[in-house]
């Protein structure tokens, strides 16, 4: 099958399985079972047999999944087998945060552009990268033709971030405003909102008052 049928699911779980894939390679792993692979994300066997089914045949029956030749297939597949730059726009706390561990931390993207409103965070720095005017954004945007972009900024702005991001050819968008974004079909949009996240773990720590509930 071709890597356009494949469900969004699916596309969410490989860079789980390249994340396992490169902690194995540091240990020297060379082989790994789907089994031992199943232990390592939470994800059935079957499911990564599955998964990895959608992309071509990896693996050897009895034996396993070679750690560096899967880890190079999926590189390709996902498309980070070459540089993806990305531009970030909001540099609030949790702006900066993210924007520091994509610099350092994240080897397959390359932060080009750190943009915000706020006239006092001009020329501040994150990591040797200087935060710059919404009004440099295209420049930037076109100079590195970027097609990726992350977005904190809050959620009554975020609209209008969007649509200029779009409008200078960004067809990713990572969002961490907590609103919903409209975006032509051809743009992709994942939203990451942290405090519905939060929100609902702390549901499983109501056990107790879940009993009750349930009497």
Not at 3 to 23: E, F, G, W
Not at 129 to 153: F, N
Not at 158 to 179: H, K, R, S, Y
Request: net charge neutral; charged share 25%.
């Amino acid at each position: 099958m071709s890597r356009r049928n494949a469900p969004k699911s699916v596309i969410k779980r490989l860079p789980v399985y390249l994340r396992i894939l490169d902690n194995l390679i540091r240990r020297d792993v060379e082989i790994i079972s789907s089994r031992v692979l199943s232990e390592e994300t939470g994800f059935t066997a079957e499911q990564i047999r599955k998964d990895l089914a959608y992309f071509g045949a990896f693996g050897t029956r009895g034996t396993g999944y070679n750690t560096t030749y899967l880890r190079e297939k999926l590189l390709r597949i996902i498309g980070l087998d070459k540089e993806t730059k990305l531009v970030v726009v909001g540099v609030g706390h949790l702006g900066k945060a993210l924007t520091r561990y994509n610099i350092t931390k994240n080897p397959y993207v390359k932060v080009v552009g750190i943009f915000d409103a706020n006239p006092k965070e001009h020329g501040s720095e994150i990591e040797g990268h200087k935060v710059m005017s919404m009004e440099e954004m295209p420049r930037v945007i076109k100079e590195h033709d970027v097609k990726v972009a992350m977005i904190t900024v809050p959620a009554e702005p975020a609209q209008d971030v969007v649509d200029q991001l779009v409008e200078n050819g960004i067809t990713a968008i990572l969002n961490f405003a907590p609103t919903k974004l409209h975006v032509p079909e051809e743009v992709h949009v994942h939203n990451a909102d942290l405090t519905i996240e939060l929100q609902s773990l702390i549901y499983y720590t109501l056990e107790d008052e879940k009993k009750n509930y349930a009497e």
